[in-house]
């Protein structure tokens, strides 16, 4: 019979505790495991039995330390040895029962599974020498069985606190229901193993985990094969097209252009050029002609990627920090789901197990970066329109409206839209009104950053996936461009994929709305929601257990792995981007704005925007003093028309 969380408050009656006990003097915790078995409790009376003696350590412990992370436990205890009066789990008689011995025996080979044994060593007593004994054994036995158990399903802290922008799902057991069934089974240790991850992916890691650290008993570990040896570019003069240097032969070998001829082979010639120009086009650069330290230092970084891709020598720690990532998953991802897994940049749809499809992703820069963490999607919209970010609208427009330029938006694309009704930039006064409470979107068009189609799974952290204009930043390794949403590079075979396992879709009706007259930003709900994963593996495992790593771009396993040797969270979370990002963006939006002269079209003039922050060219506590007022003239109708920005959205952002 399942039990209700109140019982709690029935446990507390039958010990019998009055409001005057919890004025009285409360001795501390003790430190060793001999003397917790020694000390009087102040609650404690004599003739209490087993039971109630739980009951009353229970209470005492809660009015002690009511804020303590291991009050919740005590609540389920509380339930549980409320509702199981006359059957203590752990004590048999005298003496420990056989059954806690058992779950020991597991507990102690805690190290297999990627966790510390010494967490959970427990000493067990030959006999007790009185109930206090026995009731402290009992209750300190269960309590470091839950702590197991969370750990093993939930991992050992929660990610959000080394970072914002890393989540976990909620794994907590039912203790209640699960305890006794452990303490009833004849092998506790399958429900136990149990509580660990069942996912194949994390199944695949810890064979390679105990290949690694046991391997007399479970056989060593394979290295994947290496590939040639990378070529990486010393530091050299600035070449431009025409010029020779002995370095060029390997700048040819590194992007595989061939010399027409053998005199050529150190000559920077016109094929060479384009094929530097077309590799930093990926890299995030307009033009990059010649060929420079920069041009080096971008073919060198993307060297280290592959090089640390194809390593088969995988430090231990992090090994265990990837296992110790997937007890951050759901227990149960899915039947079809979608997995981002963001250091591979690449998304996959998963059916029962099976990959169906799977296409290169673009994801958030360093300082804007894609979080981690799962939820659920449950509509498409095609032809998206883009609401503009507040970080857009502070930053960006607002300086140009409230001084004069309400041509703004126009020459890129976007309008002021309340539902149906456009509203004219004219009609504000910018200098008093707060751009993040108006409504500015762009519609749908080859301009749009979102592209033709957005996959939408509510989140608090307002990220999607969506396609995208700037379809050559694909082909590059490294692919962190974007302000934190999830960029597909072939999005309507996704689009065909998802409305066809959900909702019975064919080619031809996701074809249909993406037709010149089709409707703009139209919203269509699947009939079965889809499960979206972005997750942060950088250690994968295949069947047999070999290992395959990726580059840890956004360094949440540097922040783990010290996490995991014990330095302060607190401490961890000081460097945490996704915090300083959140202060940047509210010291500007908080930020007071002091407004000089502007030019308006109606040849008037009007308060002009100039903001003062802390990090800004003005200095600390300084102002800009207000401009000579500028005007703005009409521009040729060939050059009004707002061009694209080709490496990202227009303004850096999705």
Request: with cysteine.
């Amino acid at each position: 019979m399942r039990i209700c969380k109140p019982m709690l408050a029935t446990a507390v009656l039958l010990a019998g505790l009055s409001a005057a006990n919890a004025n009285e003097t409360i001795s501390g915790d003790t430190q060793s495991e001999p003397a917790r078995f020694a000390a009087e409790p102040t609650l404690w009376t004599a003739g209490d039995g087993l039971q109630v003696g739980i009951l009353r350590e229970i209470t005492e412990r809660k009015l002690r330390r009511p804020d303590d992370t291991k009050s919740f436990w005590l609540d389920e205890l509380g339930t549980i040895y409320a509702a199981h009066l006359s059957t203590p789990l752990w004590v048999d008689g005298n003496a420990p029962a056989a059954r806690a011995r058992k779950v020991m025996r597991h507990l102690v080979s805690a190290d297999e599974w990627g966790l510390r044994s010494s967490d959970y060593r427990f000493d067990v007593p030959a006999e007790f020498a009185s109930e206090r004994q026995k009731a402290l054994f009992e209750l300190e036995f269960s309590l470091n069985l839950l702590k197991y158990i969370d750990d093993a399903r939930r991992g050992r802290f929660r990610p959000t606190e080394m970072s914002l922008w890393y989540e976990r799902s909620s794994n907590r057991a039912d203790s209640v229901e699960l305890l006794p069934r452990i303490a009833q089974a004849d092998d506790p240790s399958e429900l136990l193993a149990a509580q660990h991850p069942q996912h194949a992916g994390f199944k695949r890691l810890r064979k390679a985990y105990l290949r690694r650290t046991f391997p007399d008993r479970f056989g060593p570990i394979k290295a994947v094969e290496r590939g040639p040896k990378p070529i990486f570019l010393e530091n050299g003069p600035s070449l431009r097209r025409g010029e020779r240097h002995p370095q060029i032969a390997q700048l040819r070998k590194r992007l595989k252009v061939p010399a027409s001829s053998a005199s050529s082979e150190d000559l920077y010639d016109r094929r060479l050029m384009k094929a530097v120009n077309r590799f930093m086009r990926t890299q995030g650069w307009r033009r990059k002609h010649v060929y420079d330290n920069k041009v080096r230092r971008a073919l060198n970084e993307t060297v280290q990627g592959e090089r640390r891709a194809s390593r088969g020598r995988v430090a231990l720690s992090d090994i265990v920090a990837n296992m110790e990532k997937w007890r951050w998953l759901p227990r149960d991802l899915g039947d079809i789901h979608i997995w981002n897994n963001l250091p591979s940049f690449r998304t996959q749809v998963v059916k029962d197990g099976r990959v169906i499809h799977e296409e290169r992703i673009i994801i958030g820069k360093t300082e804007t970066q894609t979080p981690v963490f799962s939820d659920t999607m449950t509509h498409v919209v095609f032809k998206p329109q883009w609401g503009i970010p507040n970080s857009i609208k502070i930053k960006d427009l607002l300086p140009r409206l409230a001084g004069g330029d309400l041509d703004v938006l126009r020459r890129r694309g976007m309008r002021i839209q309340f539902e149906d009704k456009i509203v004219p930039p004219h009609r504000y006064d910018w200098s008093r009104t707060d751009i993040k409470s108006i409504p500015i979107i762009m519609g749908a068009g080859s301009s749009n950053p979102l592209g033709r189609v957005k996959f939408m799974f509510p989140n608090h952290h307002a990220v999607y996936m969506h396609d995208t204009p700037t379809k050559h930043l694909f082909k590059s390794r490294t692919r962190t461009f974007s302000h934190g949403c999830i960029r597909v590079r072939n999005p309507i075979r996704l689009a065909e994929i998802v409305l066809g396992e959900t909702s019975d879709w064919d080619r031809q009706q996701v074809a249909d709305h993406l037709r010149r007259r089709a409707k703009e930003n139209n919203r269509i709900d699947l009939n079965t929601t889809v499960g979206v994963h972005n997750t942060y593996f950088t250690v994968v495992a295949d069947k047999d257990g070999n290992l395959e790593t990726l580059k840890d771009i956004y360094g949440h396993d540097r922040r783990l792995k010290q996490a995991l040797s014990g330095k302060s969270l607190q401490v961890i979370a000081k460097s945490d981007p996704a915090r300083i990002h959140n202060e940047k963006i509210a010291r500007l939006e908080e930020a007071r704005p002091r407004y000089g002269y502007g030019y308006s079209r109606r040849n008037t003039y009007t308060a002009g925007y100039f903001q003062n922050y802390q990090y800004g060219l003005g200095g600390p506590g300084g102002y800009y003093a207000p401009s000579k007022p500028k005007k703005y003239k009409k521009k040729k109708k060939a050059s009004q028309g707002w061009t694209f920005n080709p490496f990202g959205d227009p303004f850096g952002n999705d």
